[in-house]
């Protein structure tokens, strides 16, 4: 084993008094590499490589498979004794076959899991919290799935609420679901967008230019309020019960 030492230089070009360290392996490859409070190591075993990241009061452990995919990151918390030191997650990824991207992920913390989907360029699909009770039952707290379209561009974006009855979360109450769709059809840079509560629309935003606008929000008993702008500024503001029209106000603008 080698060990290094060097000292690394200010963004003035002078020396900095901070050290770091190295150490190779019998072949000559990186070992470890320590600078200030920062620490690294490497190790590989059974067609796996591991590296661990300390820093302050954290350590990362990142495990790779033979292919050199992540497929599993720790997060400790350290404390003065190994005793004391926790666990804090645990982030596990699953792939299919030789996938450059994992196909899901599971992250446990204590009293949560999160379940996360993946299509096959990497993006997040669907990601679901759950509460986890002492005995290990997991009960569901949110959900949020993703449709796209090309160049990553969202085109649906869906969230659910799972409320309870007790505070043991046996008895489920209600799903509060509120969506969001964009629609790039008129060809755009920015989308029209609509957001919905429970099935209802709430917010609409059509576009004729990127800073010409209008957007309508929707609220119970029939009423709504339009707002106009144009150069990126509001011109007018309507309020309308039904199809009646209870208030219009037109805004100064700078253009």
């Avoid at 050290?19 to 000559?28: T, Y």
């Avoid at 913390?109 to 989907?117: I, L, P």
């Amino acid at each position: 084993m080698q060990t290094g030492a060097g000292e690394s230089p200010e963004g003035n070009g002078a020396e900095s008094d901070a050290l770091s360290r190295f150490s190779l392996d019998a072949e000559g490859k990186l070992k470890a590499f320590a600078f200030d409070a920062e620490r690294f190591t490497l190790s590989d075993a059974n067609d796996e490589s591991v590296t661990v990241n300390a820093s302050g009061k954290t350590a990362v452990r990142k495990t790779y498979d033979a292919l050199m995919r992540l497929v599993k990151r720790d997060v400790w918390k350290i404390a003065s004794t190994a005793k004391e030191s926790v666990r804090e997650s645990t982030e596990t990824f699953y792939y299919k076959t030789e996938g450059a991207y994992p196909a899901s992920s599971v992250t446990e913390r204590e009293g949560c899991r999160e379940e996360r989907f993946y299509d096959d360029e990497g993006r997040v699909i669907s990601r679901t919290d759950f509460f986890v009770d002492k005995d290990g039952t997991q009960i569901p707290d949110t959900k949020m799935t993703r449709l796209y379209a090309d160049g990553n561009k969202i085109l649906e974006e869906e969230k659910s609420r799972y409320e309870y009855a007790d505070e043991k979360k046996s008895q489920l109450a209600a799903v509060r679901v509120q969506k969001k769709i964009y629609d790039y059809a008129a060809g755009g840079e920015k989308p029209d967008y609509y957001f919905y509560e429970d099935g209802t629309l709430r917010i609409k935003t059509v576009y004729a230019q990127d800073d010409a606008y209008v957007t309508t929000l929707y609220f119970d008993d029939g009423y709504t309020v339009i707002s106009e702008y144009a150069a990126g500024e509001k011109i007018r503001e309507t309020i309308k019960n039904g199809d009646r029209v209870l208030r219009t106000k037109k805004y100064d603008t700078k253009h």
